[in-house]
């Protein structure tokens, strides 16, 4: 980005913290809403950034997400130390899911969360090292961008 960021925040996720699951995307909402972002934006993004804070309350110990407002995109970052992703495609894969009966049992781990988010931004970069972590890396673009061809 060339321009400054009119806003940036980090904030923490904490694993299986079911109880608290989805209050940083509840805040990152409510802050896109105080900036006048549009309302199918707002949607978007926080459809993708449930996802991801879920994925991180029930695979990892913990992780950051930042987020950075410009004028023309909201990037994001996940952040997260936990198990990793041996077979990133596999998991991008709707209805593909590791998740435990347990989870299931809550309501989660039908397989949706990374398609989910791929399908909900402009941009998506995941990465992955098994016992290290995942880093996913998001962004939707503020007025829609010219097809190109």
């Given amino acids: 980005m060339d321009?400054?960021?009119l806003y940036r925040e980090t904030l923490r996720i904490k694993g299986d913290d079911f109880e608290h699951g989805g209050e940083v995307a509840t805040h990152v909402k409510a802050l896109l809403k105080q900036l006048g972002l549009p309302s199918a934006l707002i949607r978007r993004l926080?459809?993708?950034n449930?996802?991801?804070?879920?994925?991180?309350?029930?695979?990892?110990r913990e992780a950051t997400l930042d987020v950075l407002v410009y004028p023309e995109l909201i990037r994001v970052e996940?952040?997260?130390?936990?198990?990793?992703?041996?077979?990133?495609?596999?998991?991008m894969q709707e209805g593909h899911s590791t998740a435990t009966e347990a989870m299931r049992a809550?309501?989660?781990g039908a397989g949706l969360g990374l398609p989910n988010i791929q399908r909900n931004t402009?941009?998506?970069?995941?990465?992955?090292?098994?016992?290290?972590?995942?880093?996913l890396r998001y962004a939707v673009y503020t007025t829609?961008?010219?097809?190109?061809?």
């Avoid at 991801?52 to 309350?57: I, L, P």
């Fill in 46 to 48: 926080s459809i993708a």
């Fill in 78 to 91: 996940v952040a997260d130390r936990g198990p990793g992703i041996a077979d990133i495609a596999w998991a």
């Fill in 106 to 108: 809550r309501g989660f």
């Fill in 122 to 135: 402009d941009e998506l970069e995941v990465k992955s090292d098994v016992g290290v972590g995942t880093t």
């Fill in 50 to 60: 449930f996802e991801a804070e879920m994925n991180v309350v029930m695979y990892a």
């Fill in 144 to 149: 829609p961008r010219p097809k190109l061809g």
């Fill in 3 to 5: 321009g400054e960021s």
